[in-house]
């Protein structure tokens, strides 16, 4: 094979290896043991995500929030359960303008996190971002609605 061909080749499989090891890695089927992928076919009936929100003491000694792994895969046109565990005393936001995506996520009290649950469909295939309206400089993530067959229910 022609050394310039087969290194791009080896490149787009890499990517495609890591997209497999997010979306495996970060959705999960609803029914339970079964897989997310049957015979080529995504399967999951819905999709749980879940995110930590810890705080973090910059330089300043200024308390701050991040979350940790922002970035999720989701199919479009299925159903996504998102629980947020906040372990700190703010309010914080999960809004996607994109897909008009806007959930309070309660504040924990001192000491001890509070788990809050939403769920939305991801209408149409894209790249969102998501941002909390309280902290958007920073507290910021990528839904990556990109996975599965496509849909007569979801926009291109």
């Given amino acids: ?54 705080p973090v003491t910059p330089v300043r000694n200024l308390v701050d929030a991040r ?35 806007n959930f309070a996520i309660l504040p924990g009290a001192k000491g001890t996190p509070v788990k809050t649950s939403f769920t939305f469909t991801p209408t149409k295939r894209g790249v969102f971002t998501w941002h909390c309206h309280h902290c958007p400089g920073h507290m910021t993530g990528t839904v990556y609605a990109i996975v599965g067959p496509a849909s007569r229910a979801v926009a291109a």
């Fill in 67 to 101: 979350v940790v792994e922002p970035n999720f895969a989701v199919q479009p046109g299925v159903p996504v359960t998102i629980t947020a565990t906040n372990y700190t005393t703010e309010v914080h936001t999960f809004t996607i303008a994109g897909l008009g995506v």
């Fill in 1 to 54: 094979m022609n050394r310039l061909l087969w290194i791009p080749a080896v490149a787009v499989a890499g990517v495609a290896f890591a997209l497999v090891v997010v979306i495996g890695g970060r959705t999960t089927s609803s029914t339970g043991p079964e897989p997310l992928w049957t015979h080529g076919q995504f399967a999951a009936q819905t999709q749980q995500v879940s995110l930590a929100i810890l």
